[in-house]
């Protein structure tokens, strides 16, 4: 890699991507429309461009071979509070960014989702990325495009996002602890996560963009272990001494995810680490 465009870059997974990718001497070009994103995320180096992915093909730019293509309508609830959002982001969006690749001979490594392994009629969140699996397919194999699947379980790490409605559990978590607020717990917390470190996704992600290696399917980002939401709160609570209340199930809300395959490991060397507690225990609350 030479030079890459970064979408989602202003996020928690496309920032720590970058500053990854400049240690390396790459250049980078992040696209971002800082719905999410924000501009406390940007690095030193790295050219921003404040633009939706459906307008992708009025950067002027050239010269790219990859695109990790990481924006995304990426949470479960917010996609049940508008469904079209999510369609266009995830699903026109994502064609937008493929054909742009198409014409101009460029990598591709998109964002898939470890919902893809339930019930994609779930929530709008599940089709949508579910559907981008399927574009990236077609253009794999109606024309030819280099394009891999890197399919994410649930990502924590540094800059994780703590906005209540966006953010995953552990971001939610903290931004309740800052104010002082108990821990919510979604059903009776029995549901189990496989947790994977954005440090070893975005590994993952650069040996994924590096090899030639093809994948039919899908690249698994997950650690193989799982914990429950109630593993997770007893964590929290030896940390912050905090307490907790039961909310009523959620739609999408799955019993289980857990990577389904070893072939990152096997075929690519990639090690994932169980970072999970030391992460918590490191955590310091503004």
């Known amino acids: ?30 696209l971002d429309d800082y719905s999410t994103g924000s501009k406390k995320n940007h690095i030193d180096g790295v050219d921003y461009i404040n633009l939706d992915i459906e307008n992708i093909e ?11 293509h990481l924006a995304a309508q990426s949470r479960v609830q917010p996609s049940f509070d508008n469904p079209k959002e999510s369609i266009r982001i995830n699903i026109t969006g994502t064609s937008k960014i493929l054909e742009w690749a198409r014409q101009n001979s460029i990598k591709v490594i998109y964002a898939g989702s470890s919902s893809k392994h339930h019930n994609p009629s779930d929530s ?32 924590y790490g540094p800059g994780e996002n703590t906005d209540e409605k966006f953010g995953n559990v552990i971001g939610i978590w903290k931004s309740k602890i800052s104010k002082g607020e108990p821990l919510p ?7 189990k996560r496989d ?27 997950g650690t193989g272990i799982s914990y429950s939401i109630n593993q997770l709160f007893k964590y929290f609570q030896k940390k912050f001494n905090v307490d907790s209340y039961f909310i009523p199930n959620q739609k999408g809300n799955y019993q289980e995810t857990l990577r389904e395959n070893d072939d990152m490991l096997e075929l690519l060397e990639w090690t994932p680490k169980d970072r999970l507690k030391d992460h918590i225990f490191d955590i310091e609350i503004q």
């Open 1 to 30: 890699m030479k030079k890459v465009l970064v979408t989602g870059g202003a996020g928690f997974i496309g920032s720590n991507l970058i500053k990854e990718l400049k240690l390396r001497s790459i250049i980078v070009v992040s």
């Open 58 to 68: 009025q950067i002027n730019e050239s010269g790219f071979d990859t695109c990790f």
């Open 124 to 155: 709008p969140y599940a089709m949508t990325k579910f559907l981008g699996e399927e574009l990236c397919k077609l253009y794999k194999a109606s024309f030819y495009l280099d394009v891999e699947i890197a399919r994410f379980y649930n990502v």
């Open 185 to 191: 717990i979604v059903g009776d917390g029995t549901q």
């Open 195 to 221: 947790f994977i470190h954005v440090f070893d996704i975005v590994d993952g992600l650069i040996k994924i963009a590096s090899s030639r290696q093809r994948h039919e399917d899908a690249w698994e980002l």
